[in-house]
């Protein structure tokens, strides 16, 4: 019998959409605190929507920058409700009306004498402000949507996805700025990217390490009851002298890797470890991918 999936619930906790809420109010305000003291003031462009929006304001002046933003943002508004959620379509409306009356209302004056600086600290705000958004169950609109989307549906990282789209739009935009301004602008979403990497995933980033240790059983009792993580035991052959061998696999937070290494190093310091990076992983416990 063929049974289908529940739709998602909209709200779940009082206190999760408490904080939700918080996150994308404060990432808001980071955000229009950058466009309007950096970007509109250093004729700086940023990627995505807003680098759209900051294009169309710049010919039609009269016509107010958060409003521009928010109806551009209507299209991807339907793909958030078909592709990822409707918890993630609510928040997302929220986040975009949030940043336009952010927009229309903070406005911050920072006077840096170097361009370089104005767009390192650019970058550095966006990218805080827009991570938060994505640390909640929705997002600001615009670029965001489509990265969350890539990253359910391919496991892109949303901070690729977001520099990659930026770029095309920095191309298609380019012949109304000055070749600085887009170069500098380049510098604001390199340095935007990979702060909201950091946000969203941050110390919850999870490490996948491989050992190899004729003392496979003592290590693998001790992660269990140490470190109280899961291990996978994979028998293998060892390529040279063809013996078997027993290879564990396990998955544990980037702030548990120097404890397991010690563990590891004090049972037999002959072992053999490789500890890879992941870019997500999707678990009940140990999962580290807010869930949109």
């Known amino acids: 019998m063929h ?7 909209l709200f779940t ?3 999760q959409i408490l904080q939700d809420v918080l996150l994308i109010s404060i990432g808001s305000i980071l955000c229009a605190t950058a466009i309007n003291g950096i970007l509109i003031r250093q004729n700086f462009v940023t990627g995505g929507v807003t680098g759209i929006s900051l294009v169309v304001h710049k010919f039609l002046p009269w016509l107010h920058l958060g409003w521009i933003y928010l109806l551009l943002n209507i299209p991807l508004f339907a793909l958030a409700w078909m592709a ?7 928040y997302s409306v929220f ?12 406005h911050v004056t920072i006077n840096l004498d170097d361009k370089m600086l104005n767009a390192l600290l650019a ?10 958004c994505l640390r909640s169950a929705g997002s600001q609109g615009g670029t ?5 989307m890539l990253l359910q549906r391919f496991s892109i990282s949303i901070g690729n996805t977001i520099l990659g789209v930026n770029a095309i739009v920095i191309l298609l935009v380019s012949i109304f700025y000055s070749i600085e301004a887009v170069l500098y602008t380049l510098i604001v979403l390199f340095v935007g990217a990979k702060v909201i990497n950091l946000v969203v995933t941050g110390l919850s980033q999870r490490k996948a390490v491989f050992i190899i240790s004729s003392q496979w059983e003592k290590i693998s009792q001790e992660i269990l009851k140490d470190i109280r993580r899961g291990v996978t035991i994979i028998k293998g052959e060892g390529g040279y002298a063809r013996n078997e061998e027993h ?4 998955v ?13 190093q004090e049972i037999d310091p002959d072992a053999f470890v490789v500890i890879n990076d992941t870019l997500e992983v999707v678990n009940y416990r140990i999962g580290n991918q807010p869930h949109w």
Do not use: C, H, W
């Open 252 to 264: 544990v937070p980037l702030t548990e890797i120097g404890q397991l290494k010690r563990l590891v």
């Open 144 to 148: 965001d949507i489509l990265s969350v």
């Open 247 to 250: 290879i564990l696999y396990a």
């Open 84 to 90: 990822v959620g409707r918890r993630f379509f609510v």
């Open 13 to 15: 906790s009082p206190k």
């Open 3 to 9: 049974v289908k999936n529940k739709p998602q619930p």
């Open 95 to 106: 986040g975009a009306l949030s940043l336009t009356l952010a927009i229309a209302s903070v």
């Open 123 to 132: 970058g550095l705000i966006l990218g805080a402000g827009a991570g938060m």
